[in-house]
DNA sequence: TCTGGGGTCCTAGGACCC
DNA sequence: TCTGGGGTCCTAGGACCC
């Protein structure tokens, strides 16, 4: 049996543990720019405020009912994340870290002493030692769990915990789930399905398999086994290497000027090369890209992207940095209002297991090891006295810089953050 | 004025190899 | 009339997840 552990509305109720008084109201957290809504407390949902809304229009909603509005805290929430899952994997033999507020459990073993009471402690150790709520789904496999998950979510006669047991229960619960609302199943195969006469997850369940296998393709074909109970998803225990590492921003406001699109990219590059450097791993391939607005006229629209072979798989940022100005200067088009760039870094390997090869003809930045302990150092320098302290040259500008204007302190990761808790 | 960021997997088709 | 069989790698696009 497979348990999923979800948070309940993860990133406002990080919010509520530092402010108590924010119980009870309407909070919403807001993307990277003050863009949308990625985060909503139930009294926001009951407010009509969607997931994914742009905040602009809905202004007056939120002035009238004087909801509380937060810019994302990403650090304040990843370590608030991984305090959750460390409670966790104390609670169970294994334990997949699904997403930043999501781990699925196994439960091997505890039938004897009861799956529900056990997920009740697990739900009660969490808000104990973190304060953050979440909700528990029991079933015989991932998307059973998921599903179960939702029904104690939606449904408060289950306290936060449901179990689908059997046979019987699992159809009993999917006859009441509309078909899009199946994890796995995204809004084009919802459409395609209702087109079909499939509404509920009972009705996938039970379409002909060689249909789903033909319509929907593998993956659709492992969500439907899932769902009559055989499964087909294993936990994945450790998480594998990364195989594309991107770091991207929407820019406050439009940006022109190549100089400072390259001061963006710059910026960016280094970001990637750090988070590759966190992975252990070496990138052969880097992609640069930057755009107009989605929402321009498509004659003033412009979408740049080219991707090239880096001369040795590197972790260095030195090179990274090098190259993505190189690419940026080929694809970078004037007269454009710039909203948005980004990097990333794929084709990647192990640091450990893929010695640099032998190459014929590049001949600069070649040695690895200087390279290697420039890197060390860069880092040490940076996680010590605060990341920037030591940069290339031309990551500096911060005219691209994001809106941030309701963002909340960094409680738990940033000393001058700690704030004195009067009597 | 104003609309996020970071990922994965699958399929199809083209280009190439012997 | 009739033109093989078995592969790999790469890219683009689509679909999905949080």
């Avoid at 993505?324 to 200067?329: K, N, S």
């Amino acid at each position: 049996m497979f348990a999923l552990v979800d948070c309940n509305n993860f990133y406002v109720s990080c919010e509520r543990v530092f402010d108590p008084s924010l119980n009870g109201r309407p909070v919403v957290v807001l993307s990277n720019n003050d863009g949308c809504f990625i985060a909503r407390s139930n009294e926001a949902k009951a407010l009509g405020l969607p997931m994914g809304g742009p905040a602009f229009r809905f202004r007056d909603i939120l002035r009238k009912h004087r909801v509380a509005v937060y810019s994302a805290n990403f650090p304040l929430y990843g370590d608030m994340s991984s305090r959750v899952m460390n409670i966790l994997a104390e609670l169970a033999p294994g334990i997949e870290a699904y997403s930043i507020d999501e781990a699925f459990l196994d439960l091997s073993g505890f039938r004897l002493i009861g799956l529900v009471g056990h997920c009740r402690a697990v739900r009660q150790a969490v808000r104990r030692s973190t304060g953050i709520p979440v909700s528990v789904g029991i079933g015989p496999s991932k998307t059973l769990a998921k599903l179960a998950n939702r029904i104690a979510k939606k449904k408060p006669e289950f306290d936060g915990v449901c179990l689908l047991e059997d046979e019987a229960a699992a159809r009993e619960a999917m006859a009441t789930m509309a078909v899009g609302e199946v994890w796995g199943i995204g809004r084009r195969h919802k459409e395609f399905l209702d087109r079909n006469g499939i509404r509920t997850a009972l009705d996938l369940a039970d379409a002909p398999e060689g249909w789903v296998r033909r319509h929907l393709h593998i993956t659709g074909a492992r969500v439907q086994a899932e769902l009559n109970g055989r499964s087909c998803l294993p936990l994945e225990l450790v998480r594998s290497r990364k195989q594309s590492i991107c770091t991207s921003r929407s820019f406050g406001s439009a940006v022109t000027d190549r100089e400072e699109l390259g001061q963006a990219v710059a910026h960016f590059a280094t970001k990637c090369a750090l988070k590759l450097r966190g992975e252990k791993g070496v990138a052969s391939l880097l992609t640069v890209f930057a755009c107009t607005s989605p929402f321009e006229e498509p004659a003033t629209r412009y979408w740049a992207t080219r991707t090239v072979s880096l001369p040795l798989p590197t972790q260095d940022t030195l090179a990274v940095v090098k190259a993505a100005e190189t690419v940026l200067e080929e694809i970078f088009r004037p007269g454009f209002r710039y909203k948005k760039a980004g990097v990333i870094l794929s084709g990647i390997s192990s640091h450990v297991e893929a010695p640099p090869p032998l190459t014929l003809f590049v001949e600069e930045n070649a040695p690895c090891e200087p390279s290697t302990r420039l890197m060390a150092a860069l880092d040490a320098v940076n996680s010590r006295y605060g990341q920037g302290t030591l940069r290339v040259a031309s990551d500096t500008a911060e005219s691209w810089k994001q809106q941030q204007e309701h963002l909340s302190p960094h409680y738990t990761t940033d000393w001058d953050d700690i704030i004195p808790i009067r009597p």
